[in-house]
Structures are given as structure tokens and as C-alpha cells.
């Protein structure tokens, strides 16, 4: 059974830039959960997306966005990068009506 | 305040010792309590799941939940060196899903 899968693994971008993170939930999953989590800390909530729109949303500027797929697969897209952007983004599924939520490996992504 | 405490240690116990970990937090509507291990410059993996009070074991792991004190804990028997990692609290509210996590703890389990 095939967990959660994130790509990229690494990726480095400089201010400015725009950059897309990809995530396919486990198998039998519908939600997707995006976190941020820097260094040393926790993570922390982005958003959520079910049935193909954002249900719920954290603390974070309109600088990140998402999009959910028919297939319950999920992008995160973040817009003009700042250098305090550089963490592991973490995307997690889950059943619509679950509370536990399966992380995936993560994308680091550094912003120069 | 933080909604939710986690001490980041660094917490280093020999071979075999029990490991204590524990959160506090502020938010009363949280009603379903998490505890993952997070190995370095890896994905979070769920390790207990607890709703409400009360004390949950799976095998060398017990979790406890006091709601009246807002504590959560987290105790690892008879430690081994692989369970050197960082281990998150994490807990949300009845009807919401996302996820309010601690800073997370950094344990060392010396051979």
C-alpha cells in the first residue's frame, strides 16, 4: 500500500520566484492537508482541500495556493518567494471524516 | 502564548530507560490528541492516537490525555537507539481538521 508521495525532494529557488509542490495521497484517502515546517519548529497548518476546494485555511498570505485533482492528488503553488518561505513542506491525507493524518516525506525548498 | 507547549529538550536517556514526553496546551475545544515521530529531514509518522481523556498502550508506547489539566504525555519503555528522533504532539477539535502541533522534542537513546 502505497503512502503518501511528495516530488520534488529538494529544490531551491531565489526571491521572487514562483514554485509548485506536488502530493499524491495514500491509497482510499480524499483529504489533503498542506503544513509548513521550519526549522527547529513545528508544523504548521496551510490549508486543507476535499472534494476539490480549499475547506479550510491557516494563517498564510494569498502568496500560497493550492489545487486538488479528481484524483484527490494536490499541488501547493507558493508566488513571489521570500527568503522566510525556506522549510520542508509537508502534505498529509486523510479520510474526509478522519482526524489522523498520514504525512509524506516532505519537499525542502530553499529560497536564495 | 503558543496554543500549544512542547519543551525542546534536546532529552538524552541510556539504553533501556523510560522516556517521558509531554504537552500542554490552552485550547479547551481540542478533543483528539496525536503524538508522531518525525526522524531528521523526514515526514512525521503517526505513533498514537487517543480521543478525548484516558490512556492508550501500544506495545513500548503509552499515551495519556488530562483534559481538566490540558496535559498530554508520551512514555517509551525499554528505549532503543532508533527511537532517536523528534517527537511531536499534535491534537485538533471535535469538528475541525487541522492540526495545532508542539515544537516538537529531541530524544537521544544512548547504547
Known amino acids: 500500500d502505497a503512502g503518501v508521495t511528495q516530488s520534488p525532494t529538494h529544490l531551491i529557488k531565489t526571491r521572487g520566484q514562483q514554485v509548485t509542490l506536488r502530493c499524491s495521497p495514500k491509497?482510499?484517502?480524499?483529504?489533503v492537508s498542506w503544513y509548513q515546517q521550519a526549522l527547529g519548529q513545528g508544523p504548521q497548518f496551510i490549508f486543507q482541500?476535499?472534494?476539490?476546494?480549499?475547506?479550510q485555511r491557516g494563517n498564510f498570505p494569498d502568496r500560497f495556493s493550492g489545487h486538488q485533482f479528481p484524483n484527490y492528488s494536490s499541488e501547493l503553488n507558493v508566488n513571489a518567494l521570500l527568503l522566510g518561505d525556506s522549510a520542508l513542506y509537508l502534505c498529509?491525507?486523510?479520510?474526509?471524516?478522519?482526524?489522523?493524518?498520514?504525512f509524506g516525506p516532505g519537499t525542502r525548498l530553499t529560497v536564495l | 502564548q503558543k496554543e500549544v507547549e512542547q519543551d525542546p529538550g534536546p532529552l538524552s536517556v541510556p539504553e533501556g530507560a523510560i522516556v517521558s514526553l509531554n504537552c500542554t496546551y490552552s485550547?479547551?475545544?481540542?478533543?483528539?490528541f496525536m503524538w508522531y515521530r518525525q526522524y531528521s529531514r523526514k515526514g512525521p509518522e503517526l505513533l498514537m492516537y487517543?480521543?478525548?481523556?484516558g490512556n492508550k498502550e501500544d506495545g513500548r508506547f503509552t499515551a495519556q490525555v488530562d483534559k481538566s489539566s490540558k496535559y498530554i504525555s508520551l512514555f517509551i519503555r525499554d528505549s532503543q537507539p532508533s527511537d532517536s528522533a523528534t517527537y511531536l504532539c499534535?491534537?485538533?477539535?471535535?469538528?475541525?481538521?487541522?492540526?495545532?502541533f508542539g515544537a516538537g522534542t529531541t530524544v537521544t537513546v544512548r547504547a
Open positions: 498529509a491525507s486523510s479520510f474526509k471524516s478522519g482526524n489522523e493524518q498520514f
Open positions: 491509497s482510499g484517502h480524499d483529504t
Open positions: 482541500y476535499y472534494e476539490e476546494e480549499e475547506r
Open positions: 485550547n479547551s475545544a481540542f478533543q483528539y
Open positions: 487517543t480521543y478525548s481523556s
Open positions: 499534535a491534537m485538533s477539535p471535535l469538528t475541525r481538521y487541522k492540526l495545532s
